[in-house]
């Protein structure tokens, strides 16, 4: 099976048919141009050949927005690949240095530092008053078959399993940031976006940082920091 880890992959994804902003397609080129690693580009025409005959997709993938598809398709590929990962946006540093610094350590993964505890999705006080300590989901590189990435990916499910009935209902395809409510809002309003249909029950972090901020704040020390973030830039 490929090992992404060894071969230095970075994978992305692209989990519609909607185009591509002109600022999105231009900080792919621009990670392309710098990373000297292998980047592939996950899209509905090459998803199906990642997807193993023993570990098949949870059932409620296909109901989720296509935001919540990338989140969920991030435990996938990094438990069974390894490799890296990076949300498609400009970054301007070469990734093998990192590859290297992870092959020769003891660790899991490594990525790049949170900068601030808003930043972390939780609601659990000492989570995010360990901001510093925990890794963005932005940036990331993995081991393949590491013990965190299988609870990653495990913890990801039992909240697909959770949500599945109600996914059912009302699927979050009327739009790619589709977003369930947040403690104290309206359901189905999320930003700029305005009002949406009511009961999509998967809010914006539920598949991504409410697991993955949990779950490196409960083995601090399995990974290392230290990758840049990418430059700062509106990808809407």
Not at 1 to 23: C, V
Not at 34 to 43: G, P, Q
Not at 145 to 174: C, H, S
Not at 198 to 216: F, S
Request: aromatic fraction near 14%; charge should be negative.
């Amino acid at each position: 099976m490929l090992n992404a880890f060894e071969d230095r992959i970075i994978w992305s994804f692209w989990t519609g048919d909607n185009e591509m902003s002109d600022i999105r397609a231009g900080a792919l080129e621009y990670l392309e141009e710098h990373c000297e690693a292998d980047h592939r580009l996950i899209t509905l025409d090459t998803l199906e050949d990642y997807i193993l005959e023993d570990d098949p997709f949870h059932e409620g993938y296909q109901y989720l927005s296509l935001t919540h598809k990338s989140d969920y398709l991030r435990s996938y590929f990094l438990y069974h690949y390894g490799g890296g990962y990076a949300d498609i946006k400009a970054y301007d540093f070469d990734w093998v240095p990192y590859f290297e610094e992870l092959e020769v350590s003891d660790k899991d993964f490594i990525g790049s530092a949170e900068v601030h505890p808003e930043h972390i999705a939780s609601d659990n006080f000492l989570v995010c008053n360990h901001f510093e300590k925990l890794a963005t989901v932005r940036t990331l590189i993995f081991k393949p078959k590491t013990e965190f990435a299988k609870e990653w990916k495990k913890r990801t499910n039992e909240k697909m399993d959770e949500v599945l009935d109600q996914l059912k209902v009302q699927d979050g395809l009327y739009h790619p940031r589709a977003t369930g409510a947040e403690p104290g809002l309206e359901a189905g309003v999320f930003g700029e976006y305005g009002d949406w249909p009511t009961g999509y029950p998967v809010v914006w972090n539920a598949l991504l940082g409410k697991i993955i901020h949990q779950l490196q704040y409960e083995n601090l020390g399995s990974f290392l920091l230290g990758m840049p973030n990418q430059l700062r830039i509106n990808y809407r």
